[in-house]
């Protein structure tokens, strides 16, 4: 029977292929992927093609089991904790009990800094503040801002319309705990990757929809913002780039409840009547990702309603990518641009 390695030892081996010689990377990865005028990133082929070997999957089983795979995954992928970067627990309250959260704060960082209230990815059903440490503690340090990253509450347990309460009442607790915090109230943002870029965006709208404070600024990335409407790059891009189409209706149909309004713009930001006076707003999208179409809908329906908005497409890289800064280079390039756009989206603020 084989014994399997322990995961630093794979995750040495899974990073060590990222620094071969690039002809070597390119023969293990092999021929270039090129899909819709876009080339795929060697490391993200490479890393694909790592993943296919070790037949590694974003969601495999039951939930639980989905779960596990993606705790011990992370560690492959990941790298080395970020630092120096403080962390601080804590628990976040809310009408219907009390959400784990963590705090990162940069060593140095004076008071009254800019906060992102994080929400992470994981399509609503996987996905923990464990499995995004390493993308708040770089985005904390490269953009200079504290990060509160939120254990909102997870499907199918909770299904829709509960993680959508539970990030409103983040964002009003990191309003209301500023200055415990270390925060400047005026400069407190909201974001997240994929399942939690949707849940940042319907946050702003709920805010902004009811009065009072709203978050200063949105980062989105490769946001999914519309269950209503199938996209053509869900199509081009449903199998073999790390979420497929297979695993957006598996996240869905645990997500979702029957009968559900799909046009409900808690569900889907992209179909809200009015989007003015949200606040300004940084959409990245990846090139060989499903959400790509989507997201971009919603970056120029923002913009159409006056709202500032930045679009960023890195049309070479796939879903996930902030969470694979522990393997090449390309991963981390993308990850400090948007951590660079973040910080400059926040200065002034206030």
């Given at each position: 029977m084989a014994i399997p390695l322990p995961v630093r030892v794979q995750a040495a081996a899974s990073q060590l292929a990222f620094w071969l010689p690039a002809p070597v990377r390119r023969a293990a990865a092999g021929r270039t992927v090129r899909i819709d005028g876009q080339d795929l990133a060697l490391d993200a082929q490479l890393l694909l093609r790592l993943?296919?070997?070790?037949?590694?999957?974003?969601?495999?089983?039951?939930?639980?089991?989905?779960?596990?795979?993606?705790?011990?995954?992370?560690?492959?992928?990941?790298?080395?904790?970020?630092?120096?970067?403080?962390?601080?627990?804590?628990?976040?309250?809310?009408?219907?009990?009390d959400l784990p959260a963590t705090l990162y704060t940069p060593v140095g960082l004076p008071e009254k800094s800019?906060?992102?209230?994080?929400?992470?990815?994981?399509g609503w059903v996987i996905g923990t503040r464990a499995s995004h440490d390493n993308a708040c503690r770089f985005l904390a340090k490269h953009a200079g801002v504290?990060?509160?990253?939120?254990?909102?509450?997870?499907?199918?347990?909770?299904?829709?319309?509960a993680a959508t309460g539970d990030a409103l009442a983040a964002f009003d607790y990191a309003v209301a705990k500023a200055g415990d915090l270390g925060a400047d109230p005026a400069r407190i943002a909201v974001g997240g990757d994929s399942a939690g870029g949707n849940l940042a965006a319907v946050t702003a709208q709920q805010a902004v929809k009811r009065g009072g404070p709203a978050p200063?600024?949105?980062?989105?990335?490769?946001?999914?913002?519309?269950?209503?409407?199938?996209?053509?790059s869900q199509d081009l891009f449903a199998e073999?780039?790390?979420?497929?189409?297979?695993?957006?209706?598996?996240?869905?149909?645990?997500?979702?409840?029957?009968?559900?309004?799909?046009?409900?713009?808690?569900?889907?930001?992209?179909?809200?009547?009015?989007?003015?006076?949200?606040p300004p707003a940084l959409v990245v999208t990846a090139g060989f990702d499903p959400l790509r179409d989507e997201g971009e809908a919603y970056a120029e329906k923002l913009r159409e309603a006056g709202v500032e908005v930045a679009l960023r497409r890195h049309e070479d890289l796939?879903?996930?990518?902030?969470?694979?800064?522990?393997?090449?280079?390309?991963?981390?390039?993308a990850l400090a641009e948007t951590a660079g756009?973040?910080?400059?989206?926040?200065?002034?603020?206030?």
């Open positions: 993943q296919k070997i070790a037949r590694a999957e974003l969601v495999r089983g039951s939930v639980e089991q989905s779960r596990a795979l993606l705790d011990v995954g992370r560690h492959l992928v990941s790298g080395r904790p970020v630092e120096p970067v403080s962390v601080r627990e804590l628990d976040v309250p809310t009408p219907d009990g800019p906060l992102l209230v994080f929400f992470h990815g994981g504290r990060v509160l990253s939120i254990e909102y509450r997870l499907a199918p347990e909770f299904p829709f319309p200063a600024f949105q980062l989105l990335i490769y946001p999914a913002t519309d269950f209503a409407h199938r996209y053509r073999d780039l790390f979420l497929t189409d297979v695993h957006m209706k598996w996240f869905e149909g645990h997500y979702v409840p029957e009968g559900s309004d799909l046009t409900d713009p808690r569900l889907s930001p992209l179909r809200a009547d009015d989007l003015s006076g949200l796939i879903h996930g990518f902030i969470n694979f800064t522990g393997v090449g280079t390309r991963f981390r390039e756009a973040l910080r400059q989206g926040l200065a002034g603020k206030g």
